[in-house]
């Protein structure tokens, strides 16, 4: 008992403030079920948890797609949050409305989509945050400036990246850190505690212990990631923590302790590794057709700035549409991440594609049968690629990649047919490894990549497992010419290619030259391929010219139908797209039921036909990733030049049925 007038001893507790933050993000193009037993599992028992304990004030972080979900699916949930905000039992962190990599996207869009969240969170729960959660945890110096002028006064950080810029290991408030002038608070969340919250372990006791032995009083940051469908572990010890409170504890937000007390100094935080997310060829293709839908977006907004804010409201739709294709998870090559979930890469590419052709039609309202031609360095590799587009497709075809087309987009569908993780033909069984695994060479795993390859003499059921006899695949073509004539409708491009290879027939090596010219028109959908190819020498025996196609339109949802038709007839043994096989035919077209889209490859003669899945690891229900197709022509020992037409034709569903000449060959 102390006498009168002297200082009642401070209880341990009394020294520690606690900052609980909750994080839970789901990708777009997650399953509505998956989302469904989500909310289930872990929004609605913290929900009731925070409502049955008064002393329980969390820090809540939800991404756009679960905002989104609550809103439309459970909107007596997000009302039960709105009412909780109120009260004073949670702050919000925004940051980027879809959980972009901040670093990784255009300026005005990580900007745009730190604003998004504000505001959604704004209209919905009645409260702008003031902290923003940092996707992955990847920083990168500007990502100070970004978050600041979206709005942010701070952000949570791994405190190892903390530790990395120098400050001090430990419990410990707040740290200052800014970019070209914009000052940024930042918390470290302490990565001890957050273990022993997922391993159940007695954390409140080793709290105590820590604050009796601080001699001034400190904060610390604990993040609970939401992890697969399990609850929260920090709702099922709000009981123990009101009793913490009871002791002293102070339970509060990040906003208000930046506030109440003094930064630790200023630190910079060195850049993260975001590189790995553009590691693997895959990615690196989603995150550059990404970028051009944002150039994309962003000259039809320059056009119609002028024009007021009535005909900038109508930029909302492809707004929403490029934030979503910007999700961090379809470049993820970890488990869940959209390098073996082929339905979230279709997700991204299906919003890129969507944001393209709604801002196109906002200054064009009757595009009509027009063709656009453009030489650019889209995938920055400082090269040239080549785009064809009109209200059919879009088209990329690379020179420097083996003449290879690394895109193909049906518009009309909002369809992606080449958006894959894949090798080239060389395995049987068609499959692929994940993470750092996967082979790093674009051009392999491409579409109209092409082979010289000894006659099969496999049975039917495969592609030919064996090198190439000529490695054209892999070389870099040459831009000869890129014409256009016609006008309007009428106007027809096309682009000539060249390579120089050797062929490898037994002990002798025979010169080649290939010519490739792809022809694209503005009134079809049609995107025509003629190859003419010389030899120095006649060929001593027989010889394989295969033209390779990977079309990942048989991967969507798993489950979901796909098939194959050759010369018009459905073969119902590839639906699911796990089955391998042969045929002799002029054409052969892959269907998806979901997308409502084929893409049809047409020949003027009748050549072999193998088709094989890709999928990734050796699990035979594993969802495929995509579908190859080697068309193979028989190329007669004695003879020195081969010429052969093949015809790219994307299509809804109904449209080929439709069309009058359907099965009708190229013409040369």
Same mark, same amino acid.
């Given at each position: 008992?102390?006498?009168?007038?002297?200082?009642?001893?401070?209880?341990?507790?009394?020294?520690?403030?606690?900052?609980?933050?909750?994080?839970?993000?789901?990708?777009?193009?997650?399953?509505?079920?998956?989302?469904?037993?989500?909310?289930?599992?872990?929004?609605?028992?913290?929900?009731?948890?925070?409502?049955?304990?008064?002393?329980?004030?969390?820090?809540?972080?939800?991404?756009?797609?679960?905002?989104?979900?609550?809103? =439309?699916?459970?909107?007596?949930?997000?009302?039960?949050?709105?009412?909780?905000?109120?009260?004073?039992?949670?702050?919000?962190?925004?940051?980027?409305?879809?959980?972009?990599?901040?670093?990784?996207?255009?300026?005005?869009?990580?900007?745009?989509?730190?604003?998004?969240?504000?505001?959604?969170?704004?209209?919905?729960?009645?409260?702008?945050?003031?902290?923003?959660?940092?996707?992955?945890?990847?920083?990168?110096?500007?990502?100070?400036?970004?978050?600041?002028?979206?709005?942010?006064?701070?952000?949570?950080?791994?405190?190892?990246?903390?530790?990395?810029?120098?400050?001090?290991?430990?419990?410990?408030?707040?740290?200052?850190?800014?970019?070209?002038?914009?000052?940024?608070?930042?918390?470290?969340?302490?990565?001890?505690?957050?273990?022993?919250?997922?391993?159940?372990?007695?954390?409140?006791?080793?709290?105590?212990?820590?604050?009796?032995?601080?001699?001034?009083?400190?904060?610390?940051?604990?993040?609970?990631?939401?992890?697969?469908?399990?609850?929260?572990?920090?709702?099922?010890?709000?009981?123990?923590?009101?009793?913490?409170?009871?002791?002293?504890?102070?339970?509060?937000?990040?906003?208000?302790?930046?506030?109440?007390?003094?930064?630790?100094?200023?630190?910079?935080?060195?850049?993260? @590794?975001?590189?790995?997310?553009?590691?693997?060829?895959?990615?690196?293709?989603?995150?550059?057709?990404?970028?051009?839908?944002?150039?994309?977006?962003?000259?039809?907004?320059?056009?119609?700035?002028?024009?007021?804010?009535?005909?900038?409201?109508?930029?909302?739709?492809?707004?929403?549409?490029?934030?979503?294709?910007?999700?961090?998870?379809?470049?993820?090559?970890?488990?869940?991440?959209?390098?073996?979930?082929?339905?979230?890469?279709?997700?991204?590419?299906?919003?890129?594609?969507?944001?393209?052709?709604?801002?196109?039609?906002?200054?064009?309202?009757?595009?009509?049968?027009?063709?656009?031609?453009?030489?650019?360095?889209?995938?920055?590799?400082?090269?040239?690629?080549?785009?064809?587009?009109?209200?059919?497709?879009?088209?990329?075809?690379?020179?420097?990649?083996?003449?290879?087309?690394?895109?193909?987009?049906?518009?009309?569908?909002?369809?992606?047919?080449?958006?894959?993780?894949?090798?080239?033909?060389?395995?049987?069984?068609?499959?692929?490894?994940?993470?750092?695994?996967?082979?790093?060479?674009?051009?392999?795993?491409?579409?109209?990549?092409?082979?010289?390859?000894?006659?099969?003499?496999?049975?039917?059921?495969?592609?030919?497992?064996?090198?190439?006899?000529?490695?054209?695949?892999?070389?870099?073509?040459?831009?000869?010419?890129?014409?256009?004539?016609?006008?309007?409708?009428?106007?027809?491009?096309?682009?000539?290619?060249?390579? @120089?290879?050797?062929?490898?027939?037994?002990?002798?090596?025979?010169?080649?030259?290939?010519?490739?010219?792809?022809?694209?028109?503005?009134?079809?959908?049609?995107?025509?391929?003629?190859?003419?190819?010389?030899?120095?020498?006649?060929?001593?025996?027989?010889?394989?010219?295969?033209?390779?196609?990977?079309?990942?339109?048989?991967?969507?949802?798993?489950?979901?139908?796909?098939?194959?038709?050759?010369?018009?007839?459905?073969?119902?043994?590839?639906?699911?797209?796990?089955?391998?096989?042969?045929?002799?035919?002029?054409?052969?077209?892959?269907?998806?039921?979901?997308?409502?889209?084929?893409?049809?490859?047409?020949?003027?003669?009748?050549?072999?036909?193998?088709?094989?899945?890709?999928?990734?690891?050796?699990?035979?229900?594993?969802?495929?990733?995509?579908?190859?197709?080697?068309?193979?022509? =028989?190329?007669?020992?004695?003879?020195?030049?081969?010429?052969?037409?093949?015809?790219?034709?994307?299509?809804?569903?109904?449209?080929?049925?439709?069309?009058?000449?359907?099965?009708?060959?190229?013409?040369?």
């Amino acid at each position: 008992m102390t006498s009168r007038g002297q200082r009642r001893p401070v209880s341990d507790m009394a020294r520690l403030t606690l900052h609980l933050v909750l994080h839970d993000h789901q990708p777009v193009g997650q399953l509505p079920a998956v989302l469904d037993a989500i909310v289930a599992a872990r929004h609605e028992p913290l929900i009731e948890a925070l409502e049955r304990c008064d002393a329980a004030r969390v820090t809540l972080h939800l991404s756009g797609v679960l905002l989104e979900w609550l809103d =439309r699916h459970h909107s007596r949930l997000l009302e039960r949050l709105a009412r909780l905000t109120a009260k004073g039992r949670i702050e919000w962190l925004g940051g980027g409305f879809y959980e972009p990599v901040l670093a990784l996207i255009p300026y005005k869009d990580a900007v745009g989509q730190i604003e998004m969240s504000a505001g959604y969170l704004e209209r919905r729960v009645g409260a702008r945050p003031e902290g923003a959660w940092v996707t992955d945890g990847t920083w990168d110096p500007k990502v100070a400036e970004l978050l600041v002028d979206g709005g942010a006064r701070y952000c949570v950080l791994d405190e190892e990246l903390i530790a990395a810029a120098g400050a001090a290991r430990g419990l410990g408030g707040w740290f200052a850190t800014e970019h070209a002038g914009r000052a940024l608070a930042v918390l470290p969340s302490d990565q001890r505690f957050g273990q022993m919250i997922a391993a159940g372990q007695p954390w409140l006791a080793s709290l105590q212990a820590v604050a009796s032995a601080e001699p001034d009083e400190t904060c610390l940051t604990l993040v609970d990631r939401a992890v697969a469908a399990q609850p929260f572990a920090l709702p099922d010890q709000f009981d123990e923590l009101a009793r913490a409170c009871e002791a002293g504890l102070r339970l509060a937000f990040p906003s208000e302790t930046i506030r109440r007390l003094a930064g630790r100094g200023r630190i910079y935080p060195p850049a993260a @590794d975001r590189g790995r997310f553009l590691r693997n060829p895959c990615s690196d293709r989603l995150h550059k057709r990404m970028i051009e839908a944002s150039r994309r977006y962003a000259a039809v907004a320059r056009v119609l700035r002028n024009e007021g804010w009535r005909a900038l409201s109508t930029l909302s739709r492809p707004r929403r549409a490029l934030y979503r294709s910007q999700c961090h998870n379809a470049y993820d090559a970890g488990v869940g991440g959209g390098l073996i979930e082929p339905h979230l890469r279709a997700a991204v590419q299906s919003a890129a594609i969507e944001a393209e052709c709604v801002a196109d039609a906002l200054v064009h309202a009757d595009p009509g049968d027009t063709l656009e031609v453009s030489l650019r360095d889209l995938y920055a590799d400082l090269g040239t690629a080549t785009s064809l587009r009109n209200r059919h497709y879009h088209a990329v075809i690379r020179p420097e990649a083996g003449g290879t087309l690394s895109a193909l987009d049906h518009l009309p569908t909002r369809t992606a047919l080449h958006d894959l993780v894949g090798r080239g033909c060389s395995s049987t069984s068609r499959r692929t490894t994940h993470h750092d695994g996967v082979d790093a060479d674009d051009a392999v795993g491409a579409s109209l990549r092409d082979r010289f390859l000894a006659p099969a003499e496999a049975a039917p059921g495969g592609l030919q497992d064996g090198a190439d006899l000529a490695d054209l695949g892999r070389a870099r073509y040459r831009l000869m010419a890129l014409e256009s004539r016609g006008r309007g409708s009428d106007e027809v491009a096309e682009l000539i290619l060249a390579a @120089d290879g050797v062929l490898r027939v037994g002990a002798e090596e025979i010169p080649i030259g290939l010519l490739k010219t792809v022809v694209a028109q503005a009134n079809t959908a049609t995107l025509d391929v003629r190859y003419h190819i010389d030899l120095a020498a006649p060929l001593p025996v027989d010889v394989d010219f295969g033209v390779e196609f990977n079309w990942s339109l048989a991967a969507s949802l798993p489950g979901a139908p796909s098939w194959l038709e050759v010369d018009g007839q459905r073969v119902d043994e590839v639906v699911g797209g796990q089955a391998s096989g042969r045929a002799s035919a002029s054409s052969i077209a892959v269907c998806g039921a979901i997308s409502q889209c084929r893409v049809v490859v047409r020949s003027d003669v009748p050549v072999a036909i193998d088709w094989a899945p890709i999928c990734v690891d050796d699990d035979p229900n594993e969802t495929p990733q995509a579908l190859a197709l080697l068309l193979r022509r =028989r190329w007669r020992a004695g003879t020195s030049t081969l010429d052969w037409c093949l015809a790219i034709e994307p299509t809804t569903m109904g449209e080929l049925a439709q069309a009058t000449d359907a099965g009708a060959p190229p013409q040369p």
